[in-house]
């Protein structure tokens, strides 16, 4: 049964995340973050904590909709994008988060600091258009 009440519980999560967030990508210089391990290692723990968060919905949404049942993480996304649930052209812009969280995740070489926080900035806004898209197809 599709639970609305857990979904925005998980939403409200995400906007706690995303404010505590906000001051280290939008305050704060990126060599200074980058410099400050305490700094950077919260960036990296709230970021994982909203992608963790927004794939919980992700998947809530799937199984009580009887989507197809995507192949990884990644593909819920895009499996929300098919269905209508997202705009598939943000559904594929905002799905290789999941690649970057795992980066970080599992301590992938393949991801410098730099890098991390580039990215983050630059797409920062993606989390809260998510959850204004996610709230809209409920």
Do not use: C, W
Not at 54 to 79: A, C, G, R, W, Y
């Amino acid at each position: 049964m599709f639970d609305k009440e857990l979904v925005e519980k998980k939403i409200s999560q995400i906007v706690e995340y995303l404010d505590e967030l906000n001051p280290i990508v939008n305050d704060i210089p990126q060599d200074e973050v980058i410099k400050d391990y305490f700094k950077y290692h919260t960036a990296e723990r709230l970021f994982q904590l909203i992608v963790d968060t927004m794939l919980d919905i992700n998947i809530h949404l799937i199984k009580e909709n009887n989507f197809v049942v995507p192949d990884d993480m990644q593909s819920t996304f895009i499996i929300l994008g098919d269905n209508n649930a997202l705009p598939k052209d943000f559904a594929l812009k905002i799905a290789p988060i999941v690649g970057l969280r795992n980066r970080i995740v599992h301590r992938y070489d393949t991801l410098n600091k730099k890098t991390f926080i580039e990215i983050l900035k630059k797409n920062f806004n993606d989390f809260k258009e998510y959850l204004v898209l996610i709230k809209k197809s409920l």
